[in-house]
Each structure stands twice: as C-alpha cells, then as structure tokens.
C-alpha cells in the first residue's frame, strides 16, 4: 500500500453534508443517498488525483487517463469506498478523510494462477471485504491516516509477489481484503521482476535512485505506475543495504 495525503474535500461533499445535518440532525450512514450524482463524481475525480490513479488498497490502475471514469463506476474501474463502514460508523458516511477510491474488487475473465484454478469473479478489495460478515469486516489501518505509514507496514515476497507483515493487524487487513490473490502476487511479482531486469544492467546507486524517483512521480496525466509501493519498498530496501 502506499499513503494517501488527502487533499480539500470537495465543496459539494460539504455542501452536503452541511444540508443533511440541517434536515437530520446529525449524518447517519444513510446519508451517502444525499450527495447528487454530480458530487459523487467529483469526489470520484479527487480521490483520483489524491491517490495518482491507483486503488488504495491493492495499487491496480483504476479507470481514465486523468480523470476517473464515474459515469459507470463498476464497469468503468473505480468506486468510493468508506474505510470505516457505513454500518459501524454512520456518522463518518460523508467525512472526506474517510472516504477512498479503489478498485471493482473483482477479477473479471479468465486468470488460471498458480494452482491452475480459473479466478474469474474471485473479489479481493472492499469487494471481498464486503462480502465478510459485518463483525469482520474492520480494517486497523487506513493509507489515507497517519501515524503509522502503511507503506512501512508491507513488504513484498521477491519470488511470489506475496505482500506480508510482521504487524497482526495489518496481516488481518491483508486477510479481508484477499491482497494475496493469485492474479494480484503476479502483477506484483511482475513489477520486481522489472526491476531487477534493470538492475542487471545497472545496480548504481544512481539508478536505483532513478528508479526510485520513476515509481514516487506522477506522469503528466497524473497517475503513478501500477503497484507503485511495491517498487518502492523494493528499491529502498536495496538503498538502505548500501
């Protein structure tokens, strides 16, 4: 995971909220019917930006070049997750720090993985974790709350892909959001893999600090690479070896 600095909330969201508390009293997690469409997809786009394009949980490209695709979330690529749930805590339903872009959180056609076995609509994500029943469906670390920074909390096995933690809580998280599916270690395995090709070529403490600064930057439109913090941790674990 990496960590998410949330920016401003959007002005519909607290335009919102200021409207339901003014009705109601106080937000209650039926509120997230309140916000228009048209606010939906502004906070769509922000939490877009915020995050650089990548799910907050499994760091997978979510939809559109710059800009997310809202107008068919689910289809599209991306979605407006509450971190705490709406069910445990409603009157976080419309707080902006609450609230991350992720993910469809379903693997969509074939993907045979390692076991042989076909993964097509296998959930991981809030998907999985909505799935859960409601007693476990808690998560301990937000990436957009710090302390602790959650990209300090994760590594990544160099042979499978697999993301691991030596925190219980942060395993647990792993475990709800299904982050060791076959098709997600893969993608991760993939962008090590990368990195090491290009280490074979170069092992310079000035490349690695290239390639630091390819996986930390943005591209024009905005986006990160694909599993960013899973090139990050890898380099900067061979910068600290130096």
Same mark, same amino acid.
């Given at each position: 995971m990496l960590t998410i600095t949330k920016?401003?909330?959007?002005? *519909?969201?607290?335009?919102?909220?200021?409207?339901?508390?003014?009705?109601?009293?106080?937000?209650?997690?039926?509120?997230?019917?309140?916000?228009?469409?048209? *606010?939906?997809?502004?906070?769509?786009?922000?939490?877009?930006?915020?995050?650089?394009?990548? *799910?907050?949980? *499994?760091?997978?490209?979510?939809?559109?070049?710059?800009?997310?695709?809202?107008?068919?979330?689910?289809?599209?690529?991306?979605?407006?997750?509450?971190?705490?749930?709406?069910?445990?805590?409603?009157?976080?339903?419309?707080?902006?720090d609450n609230l991350l872009g992720v993910c469809p959180g379903v693997v969509v056609g074939r993907s045979a993985g390692e076991s042989g076995t076909n993964e097509a609509g296998t959930a991981h994500c809030d998907t999985h974790r909505g799935h859960l029943p409601p007693e476990r469906q808690f998560l301990s670390y937000s990436p957009a709350k710090a302390p602790p920074d959650v990209s300090a909390l994760y590594r990544y096995d160099k042979l499978q892909g697999d993301i691991q933690s030596d925190d219980a809580g942060a395993t647990q998280d792993i475990e709800r959001l299904n982050l060791n599916l076959a098709?997600?270690?893969?993608n991760r395995r993939a962008v090590l893999d990368a990195i090491r090709r290009q280490l074979q070529k170069d092992a310079s403490t000035a490349r690695l600090l290239q390639l630091r600064q390819h996986y930390a930057e943005k591209d024009k439109d905005g986006r990160l690479r694909p599993y960013a913090g899973v090139g990050l941790w890898y380099i900067g674990r061979k910068l600290r070896q130096r």
């Open positions: 920016a401003a909330e959007p002005a *519909c969201l607290k335009e919102s909220r200021t409207q339901y508390e003014a009705v109601h009293g106080a937000v209650s997690d039926d509120a997230w019917e309140s916000p228009p469409g048209s *606010c939906k997809q502004a906070m769509r786009e922000a939490a877009w930006l915020e995050q650089g394009g990548l *799910c907050a949980y *499994c760091m997978s490209p979510l939809s559109g070049t710059s800009r997310a695709n809202s107008a068919h979330p689910e289809a599209g690529g991306m979605k407006l997750e509450h971190f705490e749930a709406q069910h445990a805590a409603g009157q976080r339903t419309l707080d902006w098709r997600l270690k893969r």
